[in-house]
């Protein structure tokens, strides 16, 4: 059986299959009235990756640095301080009104207890660096665990001695790459996987001593796609001026010209059974999921990592999580948890935020080793189960409407405007960009950036263009970005990394960088088309195939869902022609 529905939020039918009834009968909640999509986007609203301010520690009143804007009302404690036992959560608690809307005194409840000013643990001189775990020697990283000697890295796991990386996993001495995994030295490169010694590269696997290749499976010592021998690879290497700007810039707008003249696999996946998405590896059952690794049994999930099972609706972390619905930031071992944010070693929570290690919990937040408790109030279990039925039949007698009209029963997540984050610091901003009056009029909020301006001391365009050519006083100077015009430093640990490869100083700020990788990161939505192949070419005839396909001199007639969007103009094959192409 399967029934279709007509988002609340966006007015577009959507289809629930039966095996997603199934799911919703097996976690005990109502089927969702908000597609999939809209869900996603409401869970990323609560998800300010990357976003450093400077705002009053509510114990001390110093200016610290945390992910909260200083314009929202809610305060913040250090996260060494807010770990610890000098303060009790359950100070907070209350008793439920069943004469307004649970969610109204869940808001309420959110915004009167302190958040940790940055939401990271284990972190070793890794001050600048939020949404982490496990780093040292770290530097504005964000959505990251477990790293060594690292600067700019966003999205992964276990890296060490790098710079300028997103979504990147085991690699170390690498820079300014989009998904190089399980890989050493790899530069300027998009999704690549176990590779070495690789410059300008996009989809290789296994593959070492490569520059400015595409597509290429197990090889070494090619040139712009062309083998060559041994010696004239590391001539040419030798020759290569890796540490001049000019050299870099010159060659990398060569590259992704060059990358453009061949097909894209349809969709990025490694490894997997019975799955579909974009970025999906050694999955099993894992349908509409997006940046899912290690995962069985999910579906329109996002960013999990680690062991998932038997979820949907999971935004970000993972690590041995199961059973979880529509939840954002829930990790370590966390499981049976329903509607909650930013928790974990959790069991059996809904509708909570910021707990730790706790179970049997409705409605409550910065909790840490407790159970049963009901907007951080205390219960025995049998009140606690007695209350929290009567509150969620409640929820459905008594819901909450928001600003835009929207109806919030029990089995909504947490509504966006309750977010302490505008629409334009969080990644929904970074897949699903939308101008301030798009995003207002969906009713999200929206701020504009008023980070404290620096007198900058050197226009980029004025650094040295060769690095041989920088000396440590570059250290103490505040650097003019060319895109954006802020300010940003070279630090000594980075200055090093630069020198060692070597490579020049960036032009541009941390952010800009950022942008310019994230052009090649396709959003999580799907379109329907055709294969682009037509036997001898692809539609546009840019590319010649150089081996014949299953479908002859005829136009492929696979058809498929894919993350590529019509506007990219890309060349994109089904699975069976692009692994005839790959070699």
């Given at each position: 059986?399967?029934?279709?529905?007509?988002?609340?939020?966006?007015?577009?039918?959507?289809?629930?299959?039966?095996?997603?009834?199934d799911?919703y009968?097996?976690?005990?909640?109502?089927?969702p009235?908000w597609?999939?999509?809209?869900?996603?986007i409401?869970?990323?609203v609560?998800?300010?990756e990357?976003?450093?301010?400077?705002?009053?520690e509510?114990?001390?009143?110093?200016?610290?640095?945390?992910?909260?804007?200083?314009d929202?009302?809610?305060k913040?404690?250090?996260?060494?301080?807010?770990?610890?036992?000098?303060?009790?959560?359950?100070?907070?608690?209350?008793g439920?009104?069943?004469?307004?809307p649970?969610?109204?005194?869940?808001?309420?409840?959110?915004y009167?207890?302190?958040?940790?000013?940055?939401?990271a643990v284990?972190?070793?001189?890794?001050d600048?660096?939020?949404?982490?775990?496990?780093?040292k020697?770290?530097?504005?990283?964000?959505?990251?665990?477990?790293?060594?000697n690292?600067?700019y890295?966003i999205?992964g796991?276990t890296?060490?001695?790098?710079?300028?990386?997103y979504?990147?996993?085991?690699?170390?001495?690498?820079?300014?790459?989009?998904?190089?995994?399980?890989?050493?030295?790899?530069?300027?490169s998009?999704n690549?996987?176990?590779?070495?010694?690789?410059?300008?590269s996009?989809?290789?696997?296994g593959?070492q001593?490569?520059?400015?290749?595409?597509?290429l499976?197990?090889?070494?010592?090619?040139?712009?796609?062309?083998?060559?021998?041994?010696?004239?690879?590391?001539?040419?290497?030798?020759?290569?001026?890796?540490?001049?700007?000019?050299?870099i810039?010159?060659?990398?707008?060569?590259a992704h010209?060059?990358?453009?003249?061949?097909?894209?696999?349809f969709?990025?996946?490694?490894?997997?059974?019975?799955?579909?998405?974009e970025?999906?590896?050694?999955c099993?059952?894992?349908?509409?999921?997006?940046?899912v690794?290690n995962?069985?049994?999910?579906?329109?999930?996002?960013?999990l990592?680690?062991?998932?099972?038997?979820?949907?609706?999971?935004?970000?972390?993972?690590?041995?999580?199961?059973?979880i619905?529509?939840?954002?930031?829930i990790?370590?071992?966390?499981?049976?948890?329903?509607?909650?944010?930013?928790?974990?070693?959790?069991?059996?929570?809904e509708?909570?935020?910021?707990?730790?290690?706790?179970?049997?919990?409705?409605?409550?937040?910065?909790?840490?080793?407790?159970?049963?408790?009901?907007?951080?109030?205390?219960?025995s279990?049998e009140e606690?189960?007695k209350?929290r039925?009567?509150?969620?039949a409640?929820?459905?007698?008594?819901?909450?409407?928001?600003?835009?009209?929207r109806?919030?029963?029990?089995?909504?997540?947490?509504?966006?405007e309750?977010?302490?984050?505008?629409?334009?610091?969080?990644?929904?901003?970074?897949?699903?960009?939308?101008?301030?009056?798009?995003?207002?009029?969906?009713?999200?909020?929206?701020?504009e950036?008023n980070?404290?301006?620096?007198?900058t001391?050197i226009?980029?365009?004025?650094?040295?263009?060769?690095?041989?050519?920088?000396?440590?006083?570059?250290?103490?100077?505040?650097?003019?970005?060319?895109?954006?015009?802020?300010?940003?430093r070279?630090?000594?640990?980075?200055?090093q990394?630069?020198?060692r490869?070597?490579?020049?100083?960036?032009?541009?700020?941390?952010?800009?960088?950022?942008?310019?990788r994230?052009?090649?990161?396709?959003?999580?939505r799907?379109?329907?088309?055709?294969c682009?192949?037509?036997?001898?070419?692809?539609?546009?005839?840019?590319?010649?195939?150089?081996?014949?396909h299953?479908?002859?001199?005829g136009?492929?007639?696979?058809?498929?869902?894919t993350s590529?969007?019509?506007?990219?103009?890309a060349?994109v094959?089904?699975?069976?022609?692009y692994?005839?192409?790959?070699?």
């Amino acid at each position: 059986m399967k029934e279709t529905r007509t988002c609340q939020n966006c007015k577009k039918e959507f289809v629930i299959e039966q095996e997603d009834f199934d799911f919703y009968s097996k976690v005990k909640v109502p089927p969702p009235t908000w597609c999939p999509e809209c869900r996603m986007i409401r869970r990323f609203v609560w998800r300010n990756e990357r976003n450093l301010f400077r705002k009053k520690e509510e114990i001390t009143g110093q200016e610290i640095f945390s992910g909260i804007h200083p314009d929202s009302p809610i305060k913040i404690y250090k996260r060494g301080y807010w770990w610890g036992d000098n303060w009790d959560p359950l100070e907070y608690g209350r008793g439920y009104d069943f004469s307004r809307p649970f969610f109204e005194q869940f808001k309420e409840l959110m915004y009167a207890a302190p958040w940790p000013s940055m939401s990271a643990v284990r972190l070793v001189n890794s001050d600048y660096c939020n949404n982490a775990s496990d780093l040292k020697n770290a530097y504005l990283c964000f959505d990251f665990g477990v790293g060594e000697n690292i600067g700019y890295v966003i999205g992964g796991t276990t890296v060490t001695d790098s710079f300028d990386l997103y979504q990147t996993r085991h690699t170390e001495l690498s820079y300014d790459n989009y998904m190089s995994d399980e890989s050493y030295r790899v530069f300027f490169s998009v999704n690549c996987e176990d590779c070495h010694e690789v410059w300008f590269s996009r989809n290789l696997i296994g593959c070492q001593n490569c520059f400015g290749c595409v597509n290429l499976r197990n090889k070494s010592y090619h040139i712009w796609n062309k083998p060559v021998s041994r010696d004239e690879y590391k001539k040419f290497m030798q020759e290569f001026q890796s540490g001049s700007r000019k050299t870099i810039d010159e060659t990398k707008r060569r590259a992704h010209e060059f990358w453009e003249q061949f097909p894209m696999r349809f969709t990025l996946g490694i490894n997997n059974v019975n799955s579909w998405g974009e970025h999906v590896e050694h999955c099993k059952n894992a349908k509409v999921c997006y940046s899912v690794h290690n995962a069985e049994n999910v579906k329109y999930c996002q960013s999990l990592d680690h062991k998932v099972s038997d979820s949907y609706d999971h935004t970000i972390w993972g690590d041995a999580t199961s059973l979880i619905y529509e939840c954002c930031t829930i990790g370590e071992e966390s499981s049976g948890c329903k509607f909650s944010y930013n928790s974990l070693g959790c069991r059996d929570i809904e509708y909570s935020a910021y707990c730790n290690a706790s179970s049997d919990l409705f409605g409550c937040f910065g909790l840490h080793k407790k159970q049963y408790c009901i907007l951080n109030k205390q219960y025995s279990k049998e009140e606690y189960k007695k209350l929290r039925d009567k509150i969620a039949a409640h929820m459905n007698e008594m819901p909450f409407t928001d600003l835009q009209g929207r109806v919030y029963k029990y089995g909504e997540f947490f509504p966006s405007e309750f977010s302490p984050f505008a629409y334009n610091e969080t990644i929904a901003q970074d897949f699903f960009t939308l101008s301030e009056a798009e995003a207002k009029s969906k009713g999200f909020r929206w701020r504009e950036p008023n980070a404290k301006e620096f007198a900058t001391t050197i226009d980029a365009a004025n650094l040295p263009d060769n690095v041989k050519d920088v000396n440590d006083g570059i250290l103490k100077e505040i650097i003019k970005c060319s895109g954006c015009g802020k300010a940003y430093r070279i630090i000594q640990m980075e200055l090093q990394f630069y020198r060692r490869i070597p490579l020049p100083l960036p032009r541009l700020c941390p952010e800009c960088r950022f942008k310019e990788r994230f052009k090649f990161v396709n959003p999580p939505r799907y379109w329907y088309t055709q294969c682009n192949c037509t036997g001898l070419n692809d539609d546009l005839k840019i590319y010649r195939n150089g081996a014949p396909h299953f479908h002859g001199e005829g136009h492929c007639p696979n058809e498929f869902e894919t993350s590529y969007a019509p506007e990219k103009h890309a060349i994109v094959y089904c699975e069976k022609c692009y692994q005839a192409e790959v070699v």
